[in-house]
């Protein structure tokens, strides 16, 4: 009998506590550093506050990786509750968190196994391959096995936002000041996708963001098969909540998913992408 399995991710999934508590997913918070304040990346600093600091004083706050230690100490009483891990993380393209995991991984092989996933995605891009991760898991498929299987599917992660402003980004040092004003004079919306685990710019709107939410969602589920039984919306924060429930009809009506769950994400992904950022994100059939 193999061992039971844990699947565990770190807070750049943005799976809510609900989501967490019903597949059984386990989470290690990046850090948020606002000011001389620091804080773990698990809801006690919010999105709210992040963009109030920002608009009073200009300033965004600094996000850091998980460190090794941090990881050890995450994963070793795991290991000594009997679970075998198969641990998640950002994009390895974005963050070092993933080598961080590694590194704890490599240092803890003694005391159990720890298969690390790159999940070559972002936010609930990667939070898809975990809620795919427990589904294995409750089939009993062993942890080796299912990180392979996640392995083989990280490109199929439909993973991409369209943003109302590039301002976020350009302070973040994410893009030029010139590409930042650029868009905003012209009124541009730019859609980020990711692409062999890097964010790139795949198309730009103009409009207004509610008629750019529904184009942007209907040209992403066009003509795409889909895996049925999750997608989900996932945005920044100062999106209407009657706008989520329409985009979410829209979602329901294009294509036919089991589940649409609605998150926001936390503070490291909006930190970089600024308010009103929004997201269609599902899993495509490997064959497509």
């Not at 298969?115 to 972002?122: A, I, K, M, N, T």
């Not at 040209?219 to 999106?239: P, Y």
Request: a negative charge.
């Amino acid at each position: 009998m193999p061992r039971p399995v844990c699947i565990t991710y770190d807070s750049t999934c943005d799976l809510t506590p609900q989501l967490l508590e019903r597949f059984q997913i386990r989470t290690i918070p990046l850090t948020i550093q606002s000011g001389e304040r620091v804080f773990p990346d698990d809801g006690q600093y919010t999105s709210a506050e992040l963009y109030a600091e920002y608009r009073r004083n200009g300033t965004l706050p600094k996000t850091a990786a998980v460190s090794p230690e941090d990881f050890k100490a995450f994963f070793a009483p795991i290991l000594a509750e009997g679970y075998d891990i198969v641990h998640i993380d950002i994009s390895s393209e974005l963050s070092c968190t993933c080598q961080n995991a590694v590194l704890a991984a490599q240092e803890l092989a003694e005391r159990g196994q720890i298969h690390v996933v790159d999940s070559r995605q972002l936010s609930t891009g990667g939070g898809l391959l975990a809620l795919r991760g427990a589904k294995l898991r409750d089939g009993g498929m062993a942890a080796a096995d299912i990180a392979a299987e996640l392995r083989r599917l990280t490109p199929h992660s439909d993973t991409s936002f369209v943003l109302d402003t590039l301002e976020y980004m350009w302070k973040g040092g994410r893009c030029s000041g010139v590409a930042a004003l650029g868009a905003n004079m012209l009124k541009l919306k730019p859609c980020l996708e990711m692409r062999e685990g890097k964010l790139v710019v795949c198309k730009k709107y103009r409009g207004s963001m509610d008629k750019v939410y529904r184009q942007y969602i209907a040209e992403r589920l066009a003509g795409k098969a889909v895996v049925a039984d999750h997608a989900f919306i996932t945005h920044s924060g100062e999106v209407p909540e009657e706008t989520l429930s329409q985009l979410t009809a829209l979602v329901r009506e294009l294509a036919p998913f089991e589940e649409v769950f609605v998150t926001q994400a936390g503070c490291t992904v909006s930190s970089h992408c600024g308010p009103g950022t929004l997201g269609v994100l599902f899993l495509r059939p490997p064959e497509q």
